[in-house]
Structures are given as structure tokens and as C-alpha cells.
């Protein structure tokens, strides 16, 4: 892989992990999913494409080139429901209160920053591998 494919798999991570941190703030008031259960909040669990022991492996050629990073998989997370008394509520339950996903406004906003910092940074890095590679050529041009 070479640096443009690194940052593009940063970038493909991160993207998913926005979503996943929309889709946690979209359901934040969700009582009730559509199979009738309650909504779980979600996290991206990513790392790098391929192990430590792969990289530092002696059967490595010297045309191999790194792995970048890649999504594991989407796990729930285990926080505690948010329980509200709201007797009217369609749902509640028999004492009156309406269980809300655990879903952590400002920890979810924070995360959101955090990731687009991270978007931003592989952007950044895809443009600086862009500018080494068009100056290169430019070299080879001369040359």
C-alpha cells in the first residue's frame, strides 16, 4: 500500500465511524426499534489491516508495502438505559417510566469531534503524499 491507500483506509474508517455516531445521536430518544426492542447505542471497533507480527515478519518482501486500517466490527455498548418518568408515554411501563437508549449526548459530540479531526489529518496526509509524488515527477522530468 502505498501512502494515498493508507489515508484512504483512515479516511473509509472514519467515515464509518461518523455514521455509526449519527446514527447513536438520530436515536437518542428512540423508545421502541422496529423488531419492537429497545435501541442499543453503537461503537466502531477498528485497527490496523494486519498485525504487528506481520509487519516485522523477515518473510516480508521489500515490494510489501503496509496495511493501512480496517473496521473489526460494530459492537453495542454497555451502557445503562435512561429511565424517565412519563406515565402518559405510548410505552412506558407499568410504573410510569419510559426507558431511553444510554445514549451520552456530550460523549457522542466529543467522539464526533475527535473523528473529524482524524478525517481532517488523513485528508491532510492524502494531499501531502499528492504534492511528493507530483514533485517526483518533476524530478524524473528533469532528470
Known amino acids: 500500500m502505498d501512502a494515498m491507500e493508507i489515508s484512504l483506509s483512515g479516511l473509509d474508517v ?3 465511524r461518523l455514521e455509526i455516531i449519527a446514527q447513536n445521536l438520530a436515536n437518542v430518544n428512540t423508545t421502541r426499534t422496529g423488531d419492537g426492542g429497545a435501541y442499543l447505542p453503537l461503537r466502531l471497533v477498528s485497527g490496523p489491516g494486519e498485525t504487528f507480527q506481520q509487519v516485522l ?3 516480508r518482501g521489500q515490494g510489501q508495502a503496509l496495511g493501512g486500517v480496517a473496521v473489526y466490527g ?3 455498548t454497555d451502557s445503562a438505559a435512561r429511565r424517565v418518568y412519563e406515565p402518559n408515554h405510548p410505552h412506558a411501563e407499568v410504573d410510569g417510566f419510559v426507558s431511553y437508549p444510554g445514549v451520552n ?3 457522542e459530540m466529543t467522539l464526533m469531534i475527535k473523528t473529524a479531526r482524524a478525517y481532517e489529518a488523513n485528508l491532510v496526509a492524502m494531499a501531502a503524499a499528492q504534492q511528493i509524488y507530483s ?3 518533476q524530478i524524473g522530468r528533469q532528470s
Open 135 to 137: 514533485s517526483a515527477l
Open 105 to 107: 449526548h456530550s460523549e
Open 57 to 59: 515478519s523477515e518473510q
Open 14 to 16: 472514519e467515515w464509518k
Open 74 to 76: 460494530i459492537e453495542p
